[in-house]
């Protein structure tokens, strides 16, 4: 009898958590539904501030990280970019990875999570820029790694990390590494001494001789290992 008293209790337990579980989800629906008509009614600021003060109540709601990240990104792109980028990133991992045939909801999530990003992706990219103007690499490093895992197409996230390296002390030279260029790209082989032939045009970038620091030679080979 007492076996299945114990039995009973943890039952109840059981059913009681699941009960709390689907209040949670309700509540935090509840809430993102919220935010979504004020949104369409354009009322950016109060969705805002109603999303900052529920989302700590509600930290592993992935739809309440996306629709913060949004208002954010609506009141200044500019000022808010890290801030929201940092919650479609958490809501991204929140969401995980819908599977084929999945609940419509989640798979719709994810497109929308994707979408913020791919638009957000310029800013990203400036935001890095000002990093490390500001003279911040790391930071200017984090921001333009995830510009070109975002868009690994976009030149610009190419370029700016091409910066960095070049503003790094361990590195003389920056090469920018791009593996689906446009087919309009011109782009200049690297050469190498094996390869070189006298009376070939050659640009030399970079330490000549260890002495001539950040110079570009423009020459022609007249011999080679000489």
């Known amino acids: 009898m007492r076996r299945f008293l114990i039995v009973a209790a943890l039952l109840a337990v059981g059913t009681g958590l699941v009960g709390i579980d689907a209040v949670y989800a309700q509540t935090a629906t509840a809430i993102a539904n919220g935010a979504k008509v004020r949104i369409q009614r354009n009322k950016i600021e109060d969705a805002n501030a109603l999303l900052a003060r529920e989302i700590p109540n509600y930290p592993e709601s992935a739809e309440l990280h996306y629709l913060y990240a949004i208002t954010l990104a609506r009141i200044s792109a500019q000022d808010s970019a890290s801030k929201a980028i940092g919650h479609l990133v958490i809501a991204d991992s929140l969401n995980g990875e819908?599977?084929?045939?999945?609940?419509?909801?989640?798979?719709?999530?994810?497109?929308?999570?994707?979408?913020?990003?791919?638009?957000?992706?310029?800013?990203?990219?400036?935001?890095?820029?000002?990093?490390?103007?500001?003279?911040?690499?790391?930071?200017?490093?984090?921001?333009?790694?995830?510009?070109?895992?975002?868009?690994?197409?976009?030149?610009?996230?190419?370029?700016?990390?091409?910066?960095?390296?070049?503003?790094?002390?361990?590195?003389?030279?920056?090469?920018?590494?791009?593996?689906?260029?446009?087919?309009?790209?011109?782009?200049?082989?690297?050469?190498?001494?094996?390869?070189?032939?006298?009376?070939?045009?050659?640009?030399?970038?970079?330490?000549?001789?260890?002495?001539?620091?950040?110079?570009?030679t423009r020459g022609i080979i007249s011999a080679v290992r000489r």
Not at 117 to 145: C, F, H, M, P, Y
Not at 163 to 180: P, T
Not at 206 to 213: E, H, M, N, V, Y
């Open 98 to 216: 819908p599977v084929e045939g999945g609940e419509e909801e989640q798979v719709e999530l994810q497109q929308n999570i994707d979408q913020a990003l791919r638009s957000l992706w310029g800013e990203i990219v400036n935001s890095g820029v000002r990093s490390l103007s500001a003279g911040d690499i790391e930071e200017a490093e984090a921001k333009l790694t995830t510009a070109i895992e975002l868009y690994p197409e976009g030149k610009e996230g190419h370029l700016g990390m091409g910066a960095v390296h070049q503003a790094k002390q361990e590195y003389d030279l920056a090469i920018v590494r791009v593996d689906s260029a446009p087919l309009t790209q011109s782009i200049l082989p690297l050469g190498t001494v094996n390869t070189v032939r006298p009376g070939q045009e050659v640009i030399a970038i970079g330490l000549a001789l260890g002495i001539f620091q950040n110079s570009v």
